[in-house]
């Protein structure tokens, strides 16, 4: 067999029951106007002619999780002594992510950085990381707002992925990436790709060059940091935003998270969940002070952290992956592609400073301003 | 956290129905509650004893008492953990009798229930917060609003006792129903002669100041420090001038004012002194009748008085008194007799009301004392008296009883005969209520030494016939229908709240019944407060009660005065209220809603608008709570977390 | 809908006397249009507006302490309206420019005509339709067929306050009796068949929040309680109980304060149809107290007023 | 495990603690027998009731919901109840809309002297409640 | 999975004692269950552990008392929030979770033979005394020790038994001030930058460490700016919201650094350099 498999598109729910014998397959199913990763199973609609609403993070980065349980347990003979019980079970299964966009799988990547590859790795992460099998669908045109190709991605990337497909008329390319995703050519439903593989590529070449790159002619933006640490900027270009976590919970390479004890009578989970920067609450300390009180502050910081402090620590490696989710569902239309090519001009502070009328405050506050 | 579980047998009242040693060993494994107990009596002394030990022994930090109502307990409980050096506010009880054993058969049951209702304690007292009042001065000075007996006694009782007093009186004289009666039961001795004497004392008071024909326009403030706004009303009259002379009074051509005091039984001058006992004895004019007012000209008081003391520009005075406490007197009011068209509806002269008859029988009255019925100012020789005239009455809206008019009606029957030897006085009743030492003998002594004749039923009408009125109802005893052709219908008309009394108590933030009467703290253990401290109730505004039920009251509430001023400073009840500045968005919705206006806006130092609470106007009701949509305002003892312990206690328990 | 440029003028003049106008500015593609915050005359070039200006802009205000223009359409002027009854906004400092409205469009309605092609170009014509222009050909359509629910029942297309009117008022065409119409159909399907519908539906979501931070009438945003321990209401856990509780703080909060410009549904990634609950509770608002939100300013918002004896709460039996 | 298994569901009551917590402790005085599902939290006022705490109850385990206070016009806090009627009017409109029979939940006005109607609104209202069964039972498989 | 450490699972720890410090701050002495653990654990002045209680949640604390002094941990709690509000209710006896050790540390080796300048105020004394106690336990290795710590009032401030202890040492210079004269208080008078100023000391071959609230590290470091000290010779620790203490979940970074992680412990020369998030 050679190194490249062809799934012919009818047989395609039998490959995916196939998939599913010893693993639980995450695809992309349709579930009224959107499209959703969801265990699959044969009364669910697939949907791969577009990328899904959320990108499949949760099911290697569940939004809320349970770390460990602990109870408290009295000594039968003396009830005035007390001890804490603290299980954590990291039992996973084996899962398959189906239909994956090259931007999703390379969110993995991302992750992977900063939940594996540290002195102190997530066990959770991790578990779940080396349990899951990422079968990637290569884009064949762009999303609305996708961008992948200006932040060192593209439309068949095959960072983060263990298989990349790419669709062709009649079936589906299917190229491993990892020994792990080697395997999959063995499924029985795979023919060879061989003969199709010419095919694919052009797909593939086409679609690249159809993807925008809003920082064109850089290959990847680099930032001024004078006009990023220039707070009128900030004012003027995210004054519209309503400091919501709906581009963070949609983007394939946030990872914020807050840890909290839930608890019951006795007994109770602490849970890290998925938090946002976007919030008030993240920062705010016990005392009241916030160190980043103004949507300002923290958009400011979370543009930062993906095209500067992320970069910075891993080799240069922006924490976006172009998918466009935050651009495509922001409430308000908040752009960071935008925000991002306006950075990266360093000549603009004074185009900054003199749309704003001397001497005046800016009038759209963030929800708390002091 | 170090809690304590007690629970308490209260000997078999819990033991009986609930495994009090099953629900100790359950909390026994709860983690936080490091000693738990079951006690025989806990709220005996060695009972309170034993959690006092027990917080020293064990270092226990909060206290969970299941025993009975907190209604009941609480502030026992409450003490004696603060003796012990706890909080008072570390303390919760569950209530496992009134809510549990003794309403429950089921012994399992009843100790499943208990356990939760302990779980549910101890939910909460974990979430429980030290709280401390903080205390204020108070001014020592105490309002009696209304200047009827009651309020005369408490007024009295409060001035004799040192305090400076601000009496208000709505109508033009103090005095109240008792100056209008002509006799008393069960003593038939005078009832101006008796409180004549205590008029004069209270109009020579040092320490009384009193405002005649005066109302409450607006109260503001908390115990200690009440400011209440008192309309003097126009008198037209200049009362520092008017000597009482009564000459204006007898040169007024308007013959035919009607007359409050009275009761209409004949008409008045427009210019008047309304009773020759009257405190203060001044003039007044009611210009819904005086020509100078209604016409525009006459004038004649104002040539005849000698003091020059009319004023037709007089306007209502508006004067501010502060105070620290307010007695509430405003006695009652009475149905009127066109609530009873079956007796005529009051288009009969002849069909009065018991009031009526008080004033016609009085010798300072309008017939001097003469019974002369009002049609013809005949002497009549038949009189029925009809009893719970509304009273004890679904459908009038008047289920209770009046409480006195059988007293009287017996004293007005013997009086009858007494004016009117060859008369004959019927009495239709329902049953005779004759409870007070020396009042059964007295209703005995009309039918048996004054012939009397009591007929057990209802009134079903009453008609004129010729010159007399036919009454005509049911003797229920001989089962026969009956009528009495009588010269003069007396109707017992049924005891109602005062007019206005609803206004009044929103004003002084009491609660009212539905029939406009006050309620007290505790129907039984609390008589004479309300629910909002410092102020207190005396006499029939609190429910129907006769003279010397509301002296007694009078004195109780002066003597409640009393005891609260007897500090300087007051404790505020910390279960108030707070607003968390860094959450409060300054919506200012608690504002609106507060029913004390406890709440305003402020400034802070940032600028920020947040609401604030006025710890001591406050009265810890919660609305602001749950009008707050960020849980910026919480009610101490109250908060959401507090209640939200006792909901998962309860549901993921 | 051709009054860009009477706007434009607007805005023009009314620069000095505010330091900032709200208006629509194109956004990050032909279908999108976005909040465009002017603080100089001479931006006013960029301002748009044509029937993708959906957003309500209103839900800025509250936040700003200077003297601000806003362009509202008749929908939005119920929020203002709203704000003045609330006390939120001084309305001295608030220059409104009203905009009549025949309807907007719903992006989501569009994307699902087209399937959720990336857009090329978008015209509106005159005859009221949006042709959209996709790389698999152009696709026209009736506005009033890809309109927010919300235009379908419009009993207010021109704003009921304003300092500024750009065009002629519109009078709404649309029947009163219709404005609750879905809400009574829901209504009539089996208590099973609403639980299950709720609860398909809070299970998709994310807890991102959007939707209280879009709704202009959610005035708590830092400080509300779904985000709090200080009052705990909800733990972190992802759990449909959790879900459901959030949105029925928020309905419960918005009683009688829901101006129904159904932005929280708007925004919803996971489209949620989370106006539904509150234009409920608004059902019951005008059944039991006769109340709108944001038509009269003098209006008391009823869920922080009463009358002492209310006419149609009736005592219920057991 | 609130609620003896089988024998009792979970019923949730807030009481004001002037007029219905009173009331409570009147029928206990008299004696007045009733079903022991109930389990009462003690609130200052009806108006203190957010009605938040009753959609908490009901998704978090509760079978009903019981809510009582002063009848109107006799608050302790004047006006508490007024607010609370409101209020609980509207979540009693809007628990059909999410499923939850309406049923489930009861508010009503207890004086401090009624233990009469005390018992009787709670064996009505748990009878209520029994009559449409647990709420959480076949939910319990869920997440 | 059980060759490499949870990061997020605590280790069991029981509570040994809780000094009243002030009335609003505990000091608690705390033991790993694990005797083993306690025998071989280790950590470096200035480093912080998460305390837990479970149910409540997790809040960062300097591990206060010196690693030269290993029968127990201790943590300064003052309270704040809901987690300190918990930790005010242990007693002893009381399970607590920790995990430890988190961060970096002060570079006590490069400030052998040199002058150490503390400055605290409040609560802020807690890290420094891990490091004060470390030096006076390697007395040696360091000149001079100067320490200005204040607080607001006298009852305020904390490791009451320490202070009257360093005041007797001759090897210690030790100057206490209170904001405003108090009955009995006979010492200094005044905010802690006042008195830097008062004392002046000199900044030849002398490092300053300082702790205490953000608007006194604000005058201190101007104060330090004055008596012309290198930012190099600066060193602060911060404080932060933390949650993971590893360097991942996102809260407390400022820029790139993470507090939990590449801090607490910053010199004034490395702060310039962030953003002004603090």
Known sequence: MSDTGYLPKEKIKDFLKELAKDAVVYAPCLEGDIVLFRPFSEERTLCLDRPANTPPKSVIYPQSETL????????????????VELKADIGVPNMVIFGARPCDAKGFRIYDRVFIETNTPDPYYRKRRENTLIVTLSCAAPSPGCFCVAVGGGPAHKEGSDVMMTE????????????????????????DGKPYLKDAQHVQAKAHDEVRNPFAPDELPKISQSLFNFDGFWEQVVGKCVSCGACTYLCPTCYCFNITDEQGIGSGERVRSWDACMFFHFTLEASGHNPRPTKFQRFKNRVGHKFIYYPEKYEGVIACCGCGRCIRYCPVNVDISEIVNYLKDTHQELHWASSRKEGTQPTVGSTKDE | MRVGVFICHCGNNIAGTVDVARVAAEMRKLPGVVYATNYMYTCSEPGQEEIKQAIKKENLDRIVVAACSPRMHENTFRKTIEKAGLNRYFLEMANIREHISWIGEDKELNTAKAIDAVKMAVAKVMKNKPLYSSSFKVNKRVMVIGGGVAGMQAALDCADGGLDVVLVEKSPSIGGMMARLDKTFPT????????????????????????????IDEIKGYVGNYQVKVRKKATYVDWTKCTGCGACMEKCPTRNAYDNFNFGVAPTRAINIPFPQAIPKKAKIDPAFCRQFTKGKCGVCAKICPTGAINYEMQDEIVTEDVGAIIVATGYGLFDL?????????????????IQYERILNASGPTSGHILRPSDQTEPKTIVFVSCAGSRDKSLGVPYCSN?????????AILTKDHVPDSQSYVFYMDIRSPGKGYDEFTRRAQEDYGVKYIRGRVSRIYPKGKKMVVRGADTLLGTQVEVEADLVVLATAVVSAPGAAGMAEKLHISYDTFGFYVESHPKLRPVETNTSGVFLAGACQGPKDIPASVGQGSAAASKVQALFSKDMLESDPAIAQVNTNACVGCLKCVRTCPFQAIKEEELRNGKKVAKVIETVCAGCGVCTSTCPCGAIQLQHFTDNQLLAEVNAICQG | MNNAEQIKETIARIFPDVETVICYQQGFDGLHATPYFISIPEQVNKLIWNPLCAQNLTSYLPSIKKKVGIVVKGCDSRTIIQYLQEGLIDRAKVVIIGVPCTGVISVKKVLREIGHQPVVDVVFDDNGNIVVKTQKGEKRLAIADVCPDKCTTCQYPTPLVYDHLIGEPIASNKPKEDVYKDIREFDAKTLEEKRAYWEKEFERCIRCYACRNACPMCICQDSCIAETREPHWISQRLSLQEKFMFHMIHAAHLAGRCVECGECERVCPMDIPVAKLKKKINAEMKELFNYETGVNPDDKPPMYTFNVDEAKIKEHKL | MSGVAGKELRIVGFLCNWCSYGGADTAGVARFKQPTDLRIIRVPCSGRVDPLFVVKALLTGADGVLVSGCHPRDCHYTDGNFYARRRLEMLKRLLPFIGIDEKRFHYTWVSASEGQKWQQVVTDFTNQVHKLGPMHAKKESEG | MSNIKNPYLPELATVLRVIEETPNIKSYHVVFNDPELMKSFRFEPGQVGQLSVFGVGESTFVINSPPTRMEYLQFSVMKAGEVTAAIHNLYPGDQVGIRAPLGNWFPYEQMKGRNILFIGGGIGLAPLRTLILFMLDNRADYKDITIIYGSRTPPDLCYKDELKEWEERSDVNLILTVDNEYPGWNKRTGFVPTVLKEVAPAPDNTVAITCGPPIMIKFVLEGLAQLKFKDEDIITTLEKRMKCGI???????????????DGPVFSLAQLKEMPDEV
């Not at chain 2, 066109?338 to 018991?354: C, H, L, N, S």
């Not at chain 2, 006195?404 to 007005?412: L, S, V």
């Open chain 5, 247 to 261: 360097g991942i979940c996102g809260r407390c970074n400022i820029g790139s650094k993470y507090v939990c992680k």
């Open chain 1, 168 to 191: 062709l008329e009649g079936g589906y390319v299917i190229e491993p990436v990892t020994e792990k995703g080697r395997a999959i050519l063995g499924k029985h439903v795979i023919e």
């Open chain 2, 188 to 215: 038939i001795d005078c009832s101006i002669c008796i409180l004549g004497p205590k008029m004069v004392d209270v109009a020579q008071h040092e320490k009384i100041k009193l405002h005649a024909y005066s109302e």
């Open chain 1, 68 to 83: 460990f349980a602990f109870q408290y347990k009295k000594a039968p003979e003396d009830h005035q002594k007390m001890s």
């Open chain 2, 338 to 354: 066109d609530k009873f068209p079956e007796y005529g509806a009051g288009r009969y002269p002849d069909v009065i009301t018991g």
């Open chain 2, 404 to 412: 006195f008019c059988c007293m009287y009606i017996a004293k007005q």
